[in-house]
């Protein structure tokens, strides 16, 4: 009969992981862990998934796990808020709409729209039906303008 292994098995193969990762491998796949390690896929799954949350790899459909070396990808509303930055947008100006969005940042509507409502809430943005969205406060200052782009009719 087989012993269960240790608790914690997937942390030691996670850090082994990450030290055997070098310069030169930019993709993991799962089968390869589970026989360089003698670990079951569930295991070897886990230790990715701990890779991932410390934002040592990324999951890529269809390529495996790429290396991204710790540096975590910027979350999608982080990005936005760069964008307001990046395109210099003032108080009161018109953020790109949502097709433009889905196209700049190759996500879906949906996504983009759950983005767009982490912005709204912590009042980067605010929604007009009808008239789109405007930027409410920029990134770096503490001025916001919860009445921006009330000038104008309805």
């Known amino acids: 009969m087989a012993q269960a292994n240790p608790r914690g098995t997937f942390r030691r193969v996670a850090d082994a ?4 990762a070098s310069d030169d491998l930019e993709c993991l796949r799962e089968a390869d862990v589970v026989r360089d390690h ?3 896929r569930t295991t070897a799954r886990r230790a990715l998934k701990a890779l991932e949350a410390d934002g040592f790899v990324r ?4 390529v495996g796990w790429r ?10 509303p982080e990005q936005m808020v760069d964008l307001i ?10 953020f790109p709409s949502e097709a ?5 940042f190759q996500r879906s509507r949906p996504t983009i729209r759950r983005a767009l409502a982490v912005l709204e809430a912590d009042g980067f943005l605010m929604a007009r039906p009808g008239k789109g969205r405007t930027v409410l406060r ?4 503490t001025e916001a303008t919860p009445e921006a782009g009330a000038d104008e009719t309805d």
């Open 100 to 104: 433009t969005l889905c196209e700049r």
């Open 17 to 20: 992981v990450r030290v055997a």
């Open 85 to 94: 930055r990046e395109e210099q947008l003032a108080i009161g100006a018109p």
């Open 38 to 40: 003698g670990v079951s």
């Open 138 to 141: 920029v990134p770096g200052t």
């Open 67 to 76: 290396i991204t070396g710790g540096t975590a990808p910027r979350s999608l």
């Open 59 to 62: 999951a890529e459909p269809g």
